[in-house]
């Protein structure tokens, strides 16, 4: 999905405000027809994230699960966005008009929304553990559990975050391949440096200097997660962060500035105008990229890579942060609600089928271990190779924290430790020190 920052509310917008998101969309309040009994209907409210061809694909399935199964009526409709989707949530909620089901959801926003007990644990309805194994998801799943032994999202899509390299300048210095390791990586760099001098740099990005939270996902995280093996970094509320990992990461970023090859000033377009040759690189890019520089051809003149590793870890083993989102329940519905919204879901993801369809309208590849090997998924990945590296690590990637402050917590890695060293304002080891005093007296 697009990069947008995550909004953290701290306040229940005031109810004067709620006929927004309430009108129309038939909250709790309005399901009066919900009933186990004989010839009863279960009418659930299903907020799908506005985005029109995700509410269109809910739309369709809907409408093909009411037609085996008369006993469900499921309303789709979009979330409002007055002003953010996390907005329109939590007001419904204080208004009790919250929908029985909503995706769009990240983690760090569940857990603010667990910690006030208005989510479901979804490990605790019946035919949750069908979904997980029908699905093949065991793998792509156990990183969302939550620190209290629960799991409150079930991730509809897996962004496994990759580096792009610029493979036509890659080999002019000689390389056929990205490098793999923080050695390799600064070898490439000092070439570049003595062919190009100060019109080429590897990392060309404003977002290098800049504290606002989101942006760590697609830097500190993803090269975080790839030297910790996954370390969550931050637990509930528990800072867990590997020390060795995260001052190697500080300490490679710092080289790079020494070589001379981070640009944090404005530049259109850097990676793809040739100014840097190294960047992070979602699915959703190459639809852009097919429109304004078509001259960009996978393993042509750009290829994708995970993350590089310190020089003592198997680049094989190589993680990466996920973009990802998923699916909730909300505990203000009646426990029929609940359930037939998970029996929806599970149909839903009984067939594989389903999730091609989403991967064929979206680019979004499905959260499954299987994704690479489904026969399902074939088609999709041999007319588009260049989502086959997404879809081989969709396993190997780590979900935002469980911390309903992460908006807070990921601002004191830019300024107290990343952003600085960027700069050469602060010793790799010393950021470290200052980024975990911050984090673990703001998680008190």
């Avoid at 279960?42 to 008369?70: C, R, S, V």
């Avoid at 993803?222 to 001052?247: H, P, R, V």
């Avoid at 003592?312 to 519905?333: E, R």
């Avoid at 601002?411 to 107290?416: A, F, N, R, S, V």
Wanted: aromatic share 10%; glycine share 6%.
């Amino acid at each position: 999905m697009k990069k947008k920052a995550p909004v953290l509310l701290t306040t229940i917008v005031a109810l004067g405000m709620l006929s927004a998101c309430s009108t129309g969309q038939g909250g709790q309040n309005q399901t009066g027809n919900s009933s186990s009994g004989a010839g009863k209907v279960t009418t659930i409210e299903f907020w799908a994230a506005p985005n029109p061809t995700q509410q269109a694909y809910w739309q369709e399935l809907a409408k093909a699960y009411e037609a085996t199964n008369d006993k469900v009526k499921i309303n789709v409709s979009a979330i409002k966005e007055s002003p953010t989707s996390e907005a329109s949530i939590q007001s419904a909620i204080a208004a009790k008009s919250a929908p029985t089901i909503s995706e769009n959801i990240n983690r760090g926003f569940a857990a603010q929304l667990s910690n006030s007990q208005a989510l479901v644990p979804l490990d605790t309805l019946e035919g949750y553990n069908d979904i997980i194994q029908g699905r093949n998801m065991t793998k792509t799943i156990e990183p969302w559990k939550f620190a209290d032994g629960h799991q409150y999202v079930l991730p509809i899509y897996s962004n496994p975050m990759l580096f792009g390299w610029r493979l036509d300048v890659l080999k002019e210095l000689g390389y056929n391949e990205p490098p793999k390791t923080y050695s390799e990586v600064l070898e490439v760099t000092k070439k570049l440096k003595a062919k190009y001098g100060d019109k080429k740099f590897l990392w060309a990005k404003p977002d290098l200097a800049d504290p606002t939270a989101w942006k760590r996902w697609f830097d500190f995280y993803m090269l975080y997660d790839a030297a910790s093996n996954g370390n969550k970094f931050i637990e509930g509320d528990q800072f867990t962060g590997d020390e060795k990992a995260g001052t190697e990461v500080l300490t490679f970023v710092d080289n790079l500035r020494k070589e001379n090859g981070l640009l944090s000033r404005q530049v259109t377009d850097p990676f793809e105008n040739g100014t840097g040759i190294f960047t992070d690189v979602g699915p959703w890019t190459f639809t852009t990229w097919a429109e304004k520089y078509p001259n960009l051809k996978f393993n042509e003149t750009y290829a994708l890579s995970m993350p590089p590793v310190p020089d003592d870890v198997d680049p094989a083993q190589s993680k990466t942060f996920a973009d990802t989102k998923g699916l909730v329940i909300y505990a203000s519905a009646t426990k029929e609600q609940q359930q037939a919204a998970l029996d929806f879901i599970k149909w839903v993801y009984s067939d594989a089928k389903n999730d091609a369809k989403w991967f064929e309208q979206t680019n979004l590849p499905p959260a499954r271990d299987d994704l690479s090997t489904n026969e399902s998924f074939k088609a999709i990945l041999d007319a588009k190779p260049q989502l086959k590296p997404y879809a081989d690590n969709v396993p190997n990637a780590v979900p935002p924290m469980d911390n309903a402050k992460y908006n807070d917590l990921q601002t004191i890695i830019g300024e107290q430790a990343f952003n600085k060293v960027v700069k050469g304002e602060i010793a790799p080891t010393e950021g470290w020190a200052a980024m975990k005093s911050a984090l673990e007296k703001a998680l008190k």
